[in-house]
């Protein structure tokens, strides 16, 4: 994928409604991509609440292009008119992206350990772009919710508050759990309630947690999964840099690009046709100021999980995965282009960083990654090595 341009660049102002048609053009020219701005947002870890704090983040096209054949443009063309949207609501948190490097520090006791986690279901306003709001459902105001880090071992002791304000019950399923749908079954919580369930994790690797509320797939589509990593004995190999992604997709009443406030769309849902496809919450919430950071030589693990409901063909665009824990599990795959994550499951993956420049990690399904938002930025440093890679490291936009 070395053919494709990167381009950071401030979004372009869109008149409401503005149709599909013009991402279709942009899609076929398959050219400049993936802009971005974005703040920081406040880490969250497990024992901890969490807030974010942040601010305005997008993914926009640019340089779209005349269609190589009518067809994409005719096509298009039949798509629904979106609909008209109330205004844009006031947020409550300025940025619904969790930091990509709100990862938990590895665990270095030896032994099995009793550990709380404390949850709180939130549900709050934010902007999934500029100009575009949407009602998030989330574990402690974050999308995804507070990466967890336990040990194989280890009891973990789990609260699930629900806010005051909330209007739905909510409640959570991980998948680390061997017990009746994942503590789904002891934490239906209600507003304004608190519910406890705990486990032992018997089972090493990453895994998914979401809430299990029904109707589940609102739930989860509105922003209720995360990550609890359970430790192997001994640990993962020390890496530099540790990160945490998580794919989700929004379902609402107009196009991505449509100003306003989005509501959530059941019907777009069940066909799969997601207006968003985010990588942790927002579009562009891994760009710019938050983008993952890097330099030359250091070694870096991703923990990737997918919340949403479409599998994720996952890719860095410019680098090749050393070494990818397929599905997350306990072997190891070696020299991977591109890793597949079915929906509900996660992978863990590493690599070393040769080259400076600013490297896209996408899901390769690619209309999902340049038009729809899951695309990523890992910012490296460094010294070049023209030996390794001849060309531009810092071309237009980088
Ligand atoms: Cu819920």
């Not at 340089?63 to 054949?69: E, G, H, K, S």
């Not at 306003?260 to 769309?265: K, M, R």
């Not at 409901?309 to 282009?337: C, M, R, W």
Request: overall charge neutral; proline content about 6%; charged content about 15%.
């Amino acid at each position: 994928m070395t053919g494709l341009a990167h381009r950071l660049e401030g979004r372009r102002p869109e008149a409401p409604g503005r149709s599909q048609r013009t991402d279709a053009q942009a899609n076929t020219a398959l050219g400049a991509i993936l802009g971005a701005v974005g703040m920081a947002v406040a880490a969250a870890l497990v024992i901890a609440a969490v807030g974010a704090t942040g601010g305005i983040r997008a993914v926009t096209i640019v340089a779209p292009a005349a269609p190589a054949n009518g067809g994409a443009a005719a096509a298009t063309a039949t798509e629904a008119k979106p609909a008209a949207l109330a205004a844009a609501k006031t947020t409550t948190v300025k940025a619904i992206g969790a930091s990509a490097a709100a990862v938990p520090a590895p665990i270095t006791r030896t032994a099995p350990a009793t550990v709380t986690v404390d949850f709180q279901t939130k549900e709050v306003v934010a902007e999934v772009a500029p100009g575009e709001t949407y009602t998030y459902w989330t574990f402690n105001g974050t999308v995804p919710g507070p990466m967890v880090r336990v040990r194989v071992g280890d009891t973990v002791k789990l609260k699930v508050a629900n806010a005051t304000g909330s209007v739905f019950p909510h409640s959570i399923d991980l998948h680390a759990v061997n017990g009746p749908g994942g503590g789904a079954t002891a934490t239906q919580t209600p507003p304004g309630k608190e519910t406890t369930v705990s486990f032992k994790a018997l089972n090493p690797g990453l895994y998914v947690y979401h809430c299990a509320t029904g109707p589940i797939p609102q739930h989860i589509a509105n922003g209720m999964y995360g990550l609890i990593l359970v430790e192997p004995e001994g640990g993962f190999a020390k890496v530099d840099r540790e990160f945490m992604v998580v794919q989700g997709e929004l379902y609402t009443n107009a196009p991505r690009g449509t100003t306003g406030h989005h509501e959530y769309d059941h019907k777009k849902l069940l066909d799969e046709r997601p207006d968003y496809v985010v990588l942790n919450g927002s579009v562009g919430a891994i760009t710019g100021n938050d983008a993952m950071k890097a330099t030359v030589g250091e070694t870096v693990r991703i923990f990737f999980g997918v919340g949403g409901f479409l599998p994720s063909s996952l890719h860095l665009i410019g680098e090749i995965f050393d070494k990818v824990y397929p599905e997350a599990g306990g072997v190891a795959n070696t020299n991977v282009q591109t890793t597949f994550v079915p929906a509900g499951g996660a992978t863990i993956v590493e690599f070393k960083l040769d080259v400076p420049g600013t490297y896209a990690l996408v899901d390769h399904s690619l209309g999902r990654a340049l038009d729809k938002g899951a695309a990523a930025h890992l910012v490296v440093t460094g010294a070049e090595d023209h030996t390794i890679y001849g060309g531009a490291a810092t071309g237009a936009g980088h």
